[in-house]
């Protein structure tokens, strides 16, 4: 049996404009204009994409179950609009507070992923938009790609820097569809 080729990928800031006060409700859910098409192209040429998220609302009582569903679903019924499709979303519904193994920057979530699809991590890319989910895939051992929409696009240059030196070997693209770009020309 051959391993998948599989892309993992944050959600909020990455796929869909990042809120600070969360998407709690699938109006709430805006994609970053070009992401959905980024995806559909990866799948296109052969890539599975999974999300990996942090969901603190979860935890923080801010949305519950049936929301999160309800937002996922949304993200979902665009992303066919468009041709593409995320195989599963692995989500951490801990608050920070809970010291939690799923929560980036832990490697929990990644690990689950890389055991369900049976691959070896260190082959897998990991799409981030800040520092927590870099060192995540650092963590795990995957490939980490920053790119500059959501949180690192209102990072300054200096704090872009930094996260780098954390985090050796992260590519920097433009946005999801540059991401998407580089990996298929691969």
């Not at 799948?43 to 569903?69: C, L």
């Not at 490697?107 to 981030?128: A, F, K, N, Q, W």
């Not at 820097?161 to 070997?169: I, M, Y």
């Amino acid at each position: 049996m051959q391993t998948p080729k599989l892309v993992i990928t944050g959600r909020d800031g990455i796929l869909n404009i990042f809120r600070s006060d969360h998407v709690k409700a699938p109006e709430e859910w805006q994609p970053i204009p070009g992401a959905l098409e980024a995806v559909a192209r990866l799948n296109h040429a052969g890539w599975h994409v999974v999300v990996a998220t942090n969901q603190s609302g979860i935890g923080r009582g801010m949305i519950d179950m049936t929301s999160v569903n309800a937002v996922h679903s949304h993200m979902m019924r665009l992303l066919s609009e468009k041709g593409g499709r995320i195989d599963a979303v692995f989500f951490c519904p801990h608050a920070a507070t809970e010291q939690c193994e799923c929560r980036k920057p832990a490697p929990g979530l990644m690990h689950d992923i890389g055991e369900r699809y049976g691959v070896e991590l260190h082959t897998v890319p990991m799409v981030c938009d800040t520092l927590r989910d870099l060192e995540a895939a650092q963590a795990a051992g995957c490939r980490p790609h920053l790119v500059r929409t959501g949180r690192a696009a209102v990072a300054d240059a200096a704090t872009v820097d930094q996260w780098l030196q954390a985090v050796p070997g992260t590519l920097v693209h433009d946005d999801m569809a540059a991401f998407a770009e580089h990996l298929i020309a691969r």
